[in-house]
């Protein structure tokens, strides 16, 4: 860990505990003003402030401890803030927890609910704004050069490059390349040595997936000669295998990957998630269910709704329904559009001024309303809200072996590809972040996506 990032590290413990007991402090005079007792109920308790002061050191000191368990007080680089303010969330949640079950044991404490919810909502507000405040001091430290981490990048292909532009481009990640290698050789073993002598080196992150095992192992050697961290970019099709269940057979380790966390009890608790949410979803968006009909209708003749077949989980054929978008038969059109496709480098066709698409439907594609009504979809099974794109049968014919992967879940209505760049990015990128996806599986992680997919839609310059 860097200098730095032990400074605003050790900072952000006192900062935290200060705030925590700030956030007690307020709901306590909150609970006792004048606009609380005219407003809401009048004060029917007692509760003097230094006794109440006691406990609230003790429980922040508590709540401290969660917090470093949770991995709050790291200040590493390139960390969402989106990652921050979960964390905090569910801290400050199990520290408010631990309060609860302390109240319940020894009610003598005092009797205020209000008090509870009210500290453990300050608390998430004060401590979220105190590490934005940080995490904007650090960026605007690493603009500087201060606390950047030096690396060597092993690599020179799509993905070394892409991550060398990155750390160029954007100096909020922390990190500046200060030598780049192919592979292991002789000139890079002198490079880093030289580097490392002038303390200019903090790491090597080896970000070509494809080097022999040799040279990976001599990379490692090379690393911890010097006292440098290693990291690496794994393959997303085949080094991302984390979901292995050991069983002993005749005292033989049996060993099996499992295609996804969605097996077992997995899978029940994304289908009770997916019809809560579907739900929710139709109830927020009711208005819309009965005004995008009519536009629909005026813009141009035929149906409203457009149902298409599409492959779901296991190879399943279901129907999809969507608003339509595109003029009537537009399906008869497309064999005459093939030659048109833009979307390289995979079975999907995607053409950007499609002469298909109707006025009304360039506003529900870019805004995505035309999937509207997958959360039917949804709600009968055939779909998840997040998971792969469902394709059409004539698309996954033409799938190779490592895109049957896709297959393994239920199609979703959005996903990994979905936030990481829509439609621009090419077949196989999307495959690696749906199958990424599919062998990281958790519902934190499909909050996480539904949570910025509005944000994906707003900013992005085309439709999935």
């Known amino acids: 860990m860097k200098k730095s990032e032990i400074i605003f590290s050790i900072i952000l413990v006192p900062l935290d505990y200060a705030l925590l007991v700030l956030a007690g402090i307020s709901a306590y005079f909150t609970r006792y003003s004048q606009i609380y007792e005219e407003n809401i109920r009048e004060v029917v308790f007692s509760l003097p402030f230094g006794n109440y002061l006691k406990y609230v050191y003790g429980f922040a000191f ?16 390139a960390k969402s803030m989106f990652g921050v303010l979960n964390k905090i969330f569910l801290a400050c949640s199990t520290g408010a927890l631990a309060v609860i079950v302390v109240f319940f044991f020894s009610r003598e404490l005092f009797s205020s609910r209000f008090i509870v919810l009210a500290a453990w909502v ?3 507000f004060y401590t979220f704004i105190a590490h934005l405040l940080l995490r904007y001091l650090q960026k605007a430290a690493y603009k500087k050069g201060i606390g950047v981490h030096r690396i060597a990048l092993i690599g020179t292909d799509k993905t070394s490059n892409e991550l060398a532009l990155a750390f160029a481009s954007q100096t909020k990640l922390g990190y500046k390349i200060v030598c780049q290698s192919a592979g292991f050789d002789r000139g890079l073993e002198a490079q880093v040595r030289e580097l490392n002598e002038k303390n200019l080196l903090d790491e090597i ?11 990976v192992i001599k990379l490692i050697d090379l690393a911890n000669e010097y006292h440098l961290d290693f990291k690496y970019a794994a393959d997303l099709l085949g080094a991302h295998r984390t979901n292995i269940d050991v069983k002993t057979i005749i005292g033989i380790p049996i060993i099996e990957i499992k295609k996804t966390p ?4 997995g899978r029940v608790i994304k289908r009770i998630f997916d019809i809560f949410g579907s739900i929710l979803a139709m109830i927020v968006l009711a208005p819309l269910f009965l005004v ?24 399943k054929k279901f129907y999809l329904y969507k608003w ?4 009537d038969g537009a399906e008869k059109m497309k064999k005459e559009l093939m030659d048109s496709n833009e979307r390289a480098g995979g079975p999907l066709f995607k053409m950007v001024n499609d002469p298909r698409i109707t006025r009304v439907g360039k506003f529900l594609r870019r805004t995505s309303l035309d ?11 055939n779909m998840s809200l997040v998971g792969p794109r469902p394709h059409e049968p004539a698309e996954v014919e033409k799938y190779e072996k490592h895109h049957k992967k896709l297959l393994d879940i239920k199609p979703g209505i959005t996903g990994m590809a979905q936030i990481s760049g829509r439609s621009t990015l090419d077949f196989d990128e999307e495959a690696k972040l749906d ?3 599919i062998e990281t599986w958790s519902i934190k992680l499909d909050i996480i996506i539904l949570f910025k997919t509005p944000l994906a839609v707003l900013f992005s310059k085309t439709a999935a």
């Open 122 to 124: 300050l608390s998430i």
């Open 324 to 327: 339509r978008s595109m003029v």
């Open 62 to 77: 508590l709540w401290i401890i969660i917090f470093a368990i949770s991995g709050l007080f790291s200040m590493r680089p």
């Open 435 to 437: 199958t990424l996806y």
């Open 371 to 381: 999937e509207i009504p997958n959360f039917w979809n949804v709600l009968f099974g």
């Open 262 to 265: 969605l097996d077992g009890w």
């Open 292 to 315: 995008l009909p009519i536009i629909i209708s005026i813009d141009s003749p035929g149906p409203v709704i457009y149902k298409t077949n599409r492959v779901g989980a296991t190879g």
């Open 205 to 215: 992150i080896q970000t070509d997936s494809n080097l022999s095992r040799e040279e």
